[in-house]
């Protein structure tokens, strides 16, 4: 997209006069001479398996639209990961309801001890329940931003990572369960699961939850239980991403806390950090609702949380 474009002439600006070459254009290119040879991260790549996933309907746990979506992941993944692992599980949710989930881990260089974590959920809301009317908040959530958004993400980078094996053994985590409800305790189901049931001796440097990425604003302040928890990998992320040039929208600003899965990855011992926009639409007004669909999201914070995550994954970590 856009932002490549102008890195591309960046480059060939800072090549041609690189004393008096100023790379501050639109998109946030001002730290582009910081970035690492490495492959680029497509965001409107990413974007188009938002509507992919968009197009299996919602995918909340015991729906066809959820198995669809499930068995599409695992054949993406399973073509282009090292190995696969698949995680299914039953839970039981505090209204006795019984529903089977299934986390994916798609791994690359599965034997190295250097190695990252890098986290979305795949399952959507069953209900709408920030609607402004009774009916609206009976219907369910399409999720292409709250789900399909970081999914695209992560599955975008096992193709990249197919085609460029990366210095580090990476993780990409599907987790599922995570936004049923309707309140916490019936959420972050795939983590806890994950969390209780990680590989043997699994000590990944750190993880990075990515979680509503998908605004036509996006904007990526701190999140307050990241920055408790891990503060020195929310450093090293916001510092990348400044690096690139995306300090703008990577803002350096304490924002709330959010519950969401890196509480239980922390509470199971992998520093885990969240990035995630607290404002989907004007006043939040997406969130939760029938209206987070394709047509409220952009490509423009899935290229550059994917950027940031590619650049950390060939910089090592
Ligand atoms: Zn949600």
């Known amino acids: 997209m856009l932002a490549s474009l102008l890195r591309a002439f960046c480059w060939t600006a800072l090549a041609a006069a690189p004393l008096s070459a100023s ?3 639109a998109g946030g290119e001002a730290g582009a001479e910081a970035r690492i040879e490495r492959p680029d991260f497509p965001g409107e790549e990413a974007h188009r398996l938002v509507a992919r996933q968009v ?44 529903l089977n989930l299934t986390n994916l881990l798609a791994r690359f260089h599965p034997g ?17 329940d920030q609607s402004a009317t009774p009916e609206e908040r009976e219907q369910p959530v399409l999720g292409a931003n709250d789900g399909a958004s970081g999914t695209a993400v992560l599955l975008q980078l096992a193709e990249l990572l197919a085609r460029n094996p990366p210095p580090i053994g990476v993780d990409l985590l599907f987790v599922d ?19 209780e049931n990680k590989p043997a001796d699994y000590k990944p440097l750190y993880g ?70 607290f404002e989907y639409g004007p006043g939040n007004r997406f969130w939760h609702t029938p209206q987070d669909v394709l047509e409220n999201t952009s490509p423009d914070g899935l290229e550059m949380v994917g950027e940031v995550l590619t650049e950390l994954i060939f910089r090592g970590g």
Do not use: K
């Open 23 to 25: 790379c501050s254009g």
């Open 208 to 277: 990075v939850l990515i979680d509503m990425i998908g605004d036509q604003q996006p904007r990526f302040p701190i999140e307050g239980y990241s920055s408790q928890a891990a503060p020195e990998v929310v450093h090293r992320v916001w510092s990348v991403a400044a690096e690139l040039g995306y300090g703008d929208v990577f803002v350096q600003e304490n924002a709330g806390s959010i519950s969401d899965d890196h509480m239980p990855l922390n509470e199971g011992g992998i520093r885990t950090i969240d990035i995630i926009d």
């Open 55 to 98: 197009a299996f309907g919602p995918r909340i746990p015991g729906t066809p639209g959820h198995q669809r979506q499930l068995d599409w992941m695992r054949a993406w993944l399973a073509e282009r990961a090292d190995t696969l692992e698949v995680q299914s599980f039953t839970s039981l949710t505090t209204y006795g309801e019984s």
């Open 177 to 195: 369960g995570e936004d049923y409800g309707p309140s916490t305790a019936d959420m972050f189901l795939g983590a806890r699961y994950f969390a």
């Open 112 to 128: 190295r001890p250097d190695r990252i974590l890098l986290v979305a959920h795949w399952d959507t809301r069953p209900r709408a």
